[in-house]
Nanobody, 120 residues
Framework: QVQLVESGGGLVQAGGSLRLSCAAS?????RAWFRQAPGKEREFVAFIVWSSGGTYYADSVKGRFTISRDNAKNTMYLQVNSLKPDDTAVYYCAADNRRSGVDVNHYDYWGQGTQVTVSS
């Protein structure tokens, strides 16, 4: 069982930036960020393959968000820049021991989420 703890969310004006963190209690094959806005389904944002550092992004965030990892701290990050009101959501960290992907069903472990609110 892997425990995931997110941090770094907050209230920011449009055009602003935040850095989200996801600390893990154990090693995993891949980790990802998803987000869920009120009344909407949870959607994929980005994933990273832990061993290779390979990454993949949703089109909606490509060029604005950057996913990265720190092996020594066993922590994943999401740098979010040029924020828009449509980015307002609870951001969730996810992890899996066997695979990566864009589907919520690919991930066995989830954090509690961190709220990002972007004001216009």
């Amino acid at each position: 069982q892997v425990q995931l703890v997110e941090s770094g969310g907050g209230l920011v004006q449009a055009g602003g930036s935040l850095r989200l963190s996801c600390a893990a209690s154990g090693r995993t094959f891949s980790r990802a960020w998803f987000r869920q806005a009120p009344g909407k389904e949870r959607e994929f944002v980005a994933f990273i393959v832990w061993s290779s550092g390979g990454t993949y992004y949703a089109d909606s965030v490509k060029g604005r968000f950057t996913i990265s990892r720190d092996n020594a701290k066993n922590t994943m990050y999401l740098q979010v820049n040029s924020l828009k009101p449509d980015d307002t959501a609870v951001y969730y960290c996810a992890a899996d021991n066997r695979r990566s992907g864009v589907d919520v069903n690919h991930y066995d472990y989830w954090g509690q989420g961190t709220q990002v609110t972007v004001s216009s």
